[in-house]
């Protein structure tokens, strides 16, 4: 691993704002289409970029999609595409699309405690309270966003925190399970899979009655969400994580709130209210605890 450079953090930028601007995005594919059509739609387009890459670069050997753990891929797809697209289109139909981003930022301290009781990435002090912390700035922002402000309810704030913890436990399937192959043909095949599981669902579930009305835009994020916060994202982390490991790939964590946020008051005008603010000033410093915790491994 080499020593952060200015492209590293560019691309950690770049990175973030891209998985910033999924979560507005998302509320304009809902304005035409409904939560399966919108997931499917995500992971298919974000399938045929990867597959394209993966035919141009010759980086997947495409034979053993039918391989004896075929079923890893099929479960990776399930944590890592299926459930939290459509737990995310669920929850965020009910709140704005910056509280999803500062919901779905606190990965992290998801992943510190399931890693310390299924592998062997333990609680060191540091971890433990950055957590505490990072749990404590979940906490103000249900509390206001539930019971002061009234604008949200708590089964939304359940469902994008199912899709946040949906990701990690997807990671920890990665790291225990799959070792024989590379990072392309992980996401090429899990992406397939994605489509698969999500095709019926969208074609039982779309309704051609629905009051919703086409329009462009919608079309146009949902091939955005697929070809950009999808597929190339994961080319931009998988790069950062190479040159610079996973510890520092995951100090995004910090700014994807921030862009998540800006996005939304941007191209949404929706509010932003206090509590985000102090919640982000909590999250920021869990984070960087945290990140003490795991340099105490390194």
């Not at 922002?141 to 009234?150: A, M, N, P, W």
């Not at 086409?214 to 955005?224: C, E, P, W």
């Amino acid at each position: 691993m080499k020593k952060p450079d200015l492209l590293s953090y560019t691309l950690l930028f770049i990175l973030a704002a891209i998985w910033g601007s999924a979560f507005f995005n998302y509320k304009i594919v809902l304005k035409s289409f409904d939560i399966f059509t919108l997931a499917g739609g995500r992971v298919f387009f974000g399938s045929i970029l990867t597959v394209i890459i993966a035919l141009c670069f010759n980086s997947v050997k495409f034979k053993n999609f039918f391989s004896k753990g075929f079923y890893l891929f099929f479960f990776i797809g399930l944590t890592n595409y299926v459930i939290p697209f459509v737990f995310i289109a669920i929850g965020i139909e009910k709140m704005s699309s910056g509280l999803a981003a500062l919901l779905m930022s606190t990965g992290p301290f998801y992943a510190i405690t399931l890693s310390h009781f299924l592998t062997e990435d333990k609680f060191n002090n540091y971890k433990f309270i950055g957590t505490c912390i990072g749990f404590f700035s979940v906490g103000i922002l249900v509390y206001d966003q539930i019971y002061i402000t009234e604008t949200t309810n708590f089964l939304s704030i359940f469902f994008v925190m199912i899709a946040s913890l949906s990701y990690i436990i997807g990671g920890l399937i990665i790291k225990k399970n799959i070792k024989n192959y590379n990072n392309e043909t992980i996401s090429c095949f899990s992406m397939i899979w994605g489509t698969l599981i999500l095709t019926p669902f969208v074609l039982y579930f779309y309704d051609k009655s629905s009051e919703k009305i086409f329009a462009a835009d919608s079309l146009y994020s949902l091939i955005y969400l697929g070809m950009v916060p999808t597929a190339l994202a994961f080319y931009i982390r998988s790069e950062i994580i190479k040159k610079n490991g996973l510890v520092f790939m995951s100090q995004v964590s910090l700014l994807l709130p921030i862009f998540g946020v800006f996005f939304s008051y941007l191209f949404l005008n929706e509010l932003i209210y206090k509590s985000m603010f102090i919640s982000l000033f909590f999250l920021f410093i869990g984070l960087a605890v945290l990140q003490l915790g795991y340099k105490k491994n390194y």
